[in-house]
């Protein structure tokens, strides 16, 4: 994978073809910016990502969305990946992508993308985890520091297992093990240290949106306003984009 994958390069919009996507224009309310935007902040290929994504959304209109890129650091190499999350009235839009560098030099790159489409109606949880600093002199300004987004729809589960134990550091003896089960097809740990205050806040507001949607409730209205992303050049065109991750 190569060490910092090339940004594309603004291009100017299209003349001659009336827009047939609707969704590409949208902003979505109250998250911090748009998909375009977003796409555009993280960097990672957005061109090819918005494209894919508007192909799988099929002319569907984007709802709420949440991009997540990662970056992992192996030896000598920094991998990166995306996860970018579309959610419409009635389908959740998840699409992955990793680059592959082949030779030593990092001319020669493929990228490597999924994409999957689930019907809203079948997702059958939505899982948030909250991780706050100093819990003791909490108030309600205070921040959330790290948050874990897990959705479930096809009936996958995790098994985490160890040993277990009696409590009794003296203790010896085997006592077996124990573990938990979680029921999850895609999880995404969003941490304001790594990713931002704004990250945090657009991944619950996303995580509002899709359950609203999933259980048939109008959408809820942010408890706080959103701040304001910092502005940023280059505009990303008439695209879109979308994500997933194990």
């Known amino acids: 994978m190569s060490p910092q994958p090339p940004t594309s390069k603004p291009q100017a919009p299209r003349t001659g073809h009336p827009a047939t996507h609707s969704h590409n224009a949208h902003d979505h309310g109250a998250q911090g910016q748009s998909l375009e935007g977003a796409l555009q902040q993280a960097g990672f290929y957005p061109r090819l990502v918005a494209d894919v994504v508007d192909d799988a959304l099929d002319g569907r209109d984007c709802m709420a969305h949440l991009v997540h890129l990662e970056t992992h650091f192996d030896r000598a190499e920094v991998r990166r990946h995306i996860t970018v999350l579309v959610l419409t009235d009635d389908m959740l839009v998840i699409a992955h992508v990793d680059d592959q560098q082949l030779d030593e030099a990092g001319e020669q790159i493929v990228a490597q993308i999924s994409t999957e489409s689930v019907p809203v109606a079948q997702i059958r949880s939505v899982v948030l985890s909250y991780m706050y600093a100093q819990p003791q002199n909490y108030k309600p300004s205070d921040p959330v520091r790290e948050l874990t987004l897990s959705i479930a729809w ?93």
Do not use: W
Request: net charge positive.
């Open 154 to 246: 096809s009936g996958g589960q995790r098994l985490d297992m160890g040993p277990a134990s009696c409590g009794d550091p003296q203790c010896e003896a085997d006592h077996g093990y124990s573990g938990t089960i979680a029921q999850e097809d895609i999880v995404l740990r969003i941490s304001a240290e790594a990713d931002g205050l704004q990250a945090v806040q657009d991944a619950k507001l996303f995580a509002r949106a899709l359950r609203a949607v999933n259980t048939g409730s109008p959408a809820p209205v942010p408890h706080s306003p959103v701040p304001a992303p910092r502005p940023r050049t280059g505009v990303f065109g008439n695209r879109l984009s979308r994500g997933h991750q194990r």
